[in-house]
């Protein structure tokens, strides 16, 4: 089904606005499957769990994507009054990014040097100084201030292994004393390294999503012989096991002293973004799923999150498709108890962060909106991802839409190369939102102006 | 410059999905290696390696490393998680007994620094023993994927080897690039 929206507007560009009409359509069905080349600001698609094709069904490639400097003409695309700019440049590995109570940039640069940067923006939106907080944590990614609230006492931070905390007061640019090990029995390897962090708002339990140890649970040890008992606490329905799988493919809980580990959720292959909603409390990822099953199989995810919830992986994916591939057998067990996620992304799109808009500058009824960054893929024929994409909420529930808002860091100089790959989001105070690009370093802020919108139509109407 | 991709996963993926445990399964995973690295033992992305003739020792700890995290890479660590443990030693030594294909590399002139690198890589640089680990053969190799794992060594975004993580630390980019040449040309 495909409905088409015509609406006349100024494509505002990272360089030049331009007037120029934009088509906003909807696409579900098959038609909401594709690769970047069907990708346009407004463009708004819907994937149902009934929309997966089998295995096999496209075809599976390596695809990998090659990081090219930012061209001279680089363009970024985006909807109507929007307008994309520079934050911040030259942050080497930028990753995960967290506002302070009092306006702070924190953003985590989890590869060569592990650090957490502080950027104290200006009122005009510009970075006014710049710290280290902290450098040398190996693969240093998710951040979470501590206690929930105005006053923070500690940072906490995910890196490879470990949570780790350090003293933290608002106003602090360099952290006052060492890194604290919190928690140090995080599993590492299989290349699922983030490890994102954050708290109940009432500061009682502290989140740690830990993706899984391998693709889809090729090697586990044989099955623990009594599964029921397996799955009481502090696992839970779905756990895997083994030294390789054990806590993994999980959102895990501690209290915020690193001890009481439990399972909060199993089967979630990569959690790479955890986010607690504002208002309701409910945890939030955004989760990577398994490769090598075709470029449209199966889908990436964003989720609410339930306690002791199973959402398939390895045995399953988006609900009851059973996957063959893991060690030890099926879990006909497990049939239809894997939660069909809240909303269903292009597979291979690499969803990493997610942020929820608390309202102030864009449009008014996107206010509670998630914006995810897609870091694009490479399992698949043609890239796909490499976008921020706004996921309409209403009374706090997904749509289970997802709608292009941020694009064009691809192919500037041929299919292979991209010069951006999105990782996290995160709004400002005032509402604006910055996103993180770990290819060329970069922190862009999204800014919004109604006054830009209405210039625009007004163009638009002299041109008719 | 055309786009690289690897096409061929699909057949191979499903042939290994609903085979896994015959006799033959490794061919599948291997099949699966080439469709990248090169149905020759060369593949036209010059910044993946060769792999057809490697030593089989060095392959096996690459193999190893990338499952446990040890070697970072996206692609790699998903496909090293594809082969049963049980396989590794076998599938890198059917990798190393296979011949080293000739590239067109043309010869150029060696670096003084090369002399650093013969004690651990061999007096001809085709593979040696480190107090490490296994040493890969290096005469032969692609000039960019040499390059690039020099450039990821010397920043930290290769941790798989402390030694190489000094030496090329110690080295300016120029310098590293040499070496790199005059590698590929051998």
Sequence with gaps: ?464 | MRPFICAALALAVVGFAADARAADALDGTLATCWSCHGVEGASNDHTLPILWGQKAKYIEKQIRDFREGDREDQIMSSMASSIKKDDISRAASLIAAKAWPKTQAVAAAAPDSIEACKGCHGSDLTGGESPEGPAPRLAGQFAEYLTAQMEAFAHGDRRNQKTMQAMMKSLKPDERAGLAAYLAGL
């Design chain 1, 1 to 464: 089904m495909k409905t088409r929206i015509l609406l006349s507007a100024s494509a505002l560009a990272l360089v030049a606005g331009t007037a120029a009409s934009i088509a906003m359509d909807y696409r579900g069905g098959n038609s909401a499957f594709g690769d970047w080349h069907g990708d346009t600001p407004g463009l708004m698609r819907k994937i149902e769990a009934g929309d997966v094709a089998k295995p096999g069904a496209t075809p599976s490639a390596a695809n990998r994507s090659k990081v090219v400097p930012r061209p001279a003409d680089a363009q970024i695309k985006t909807m109507p009054g929007f307008t994309v700019s520079d934050f911040a440049t030259g942050l080497e590995g930028a990753r995960v990014i967290r506002i302070a109570p009092n306006g702070d940039v924190f953003v985590s640069q989890s590869m060569p040097s592990g650090s957490v940067t502080v950027l104290r923006p200006s009122k005009d939106g510009k970075v006014e100084s710049k710290e280290t907080f902290v450098t040398g944590l190996t693969r240093a990614y998710g951040i979470a201030f501590y206690p929930p609230g105005p006053n923070p006492k500690y940072v906490y931070i995910g890196m490879e292994g470990k949570v780790v905390r350090l003293p933290y007061k608002n106003g602090d640019m360099k952290a006052t004393g060492p890194a604290e090990d919190i928690v140090t029995d995080l599993k590492i390897g299989g290349g699922h390294w983030t490890r994102d962090v954050s708290f109940t708002p009432d500061g009682k339990l502290m989140y740690v999503a830990v993706g899984s140890g391998s693709n889809i649970a090729e090697e586990m040890s044989p099955r623990p012989a009594d599964l029921k008992a397996w799955e009481k606490a502090p696992h839970s329905l779905g756990s895997t096991w083994g030294a390789k799988e054990e806590w993994r493919a999980n959102v895990l809980t501690y209290t915020p002293d690193g001890k009481n580990k439990q399972v909060y959720a199993a089967g979630i292959r990569n959690c790479s973004g955890l986010t607690v909603q504002p208002g309701t409390g409910t945890v939030f990822c955004a989760t990577n799923e398994r490769d090598l099953l075709g470029d449209n199989t199966p889908p990436d995810y964003v989720t609410s999150v339930k306690k002791g919830g199973y959402y398939g992986w390895p045995w399953y994916y988006i609900g009851a498709n059973e996957d063959t591939r893991p060690d030890g057998g099926a879990r006909p067990d497990l049939k239809g108890k894997a939660i069909v996620p809240d909303v269903l992304l292009q597979p291979h799109s690499a969803p990493l962060g997610l942020s929820f808009n608390p309202g102030g500058m864009f449009p008014a009824e996107w206010k509670g909106d998630a914006f995810v960054a897609m870091h694009g893929s490479w399992n698949r024929s043609l890239h796909t991802g490499y976008k921020i994409v706004r996921l309409p909420f209403k009374n706090n529930k997904a749509t289970g839409e997802y709608q292009d808002f941020v694009l064009g860091f691809t192919a500037p100089s041929g299919e292979e190369n991209v010069w951006g790959r999105p990782v996290d989001t995160q709004f400002m105070h005032d509402g604006s939102l910055l996103f993180s690009d770990d290819a060329n370093g970069v922190i862009y802020r999204v800014t919004y102006s109604k006054d830009k919108v209405a210039a625009a139509e007004d163009t638009g109407a002299k041109k008719n």
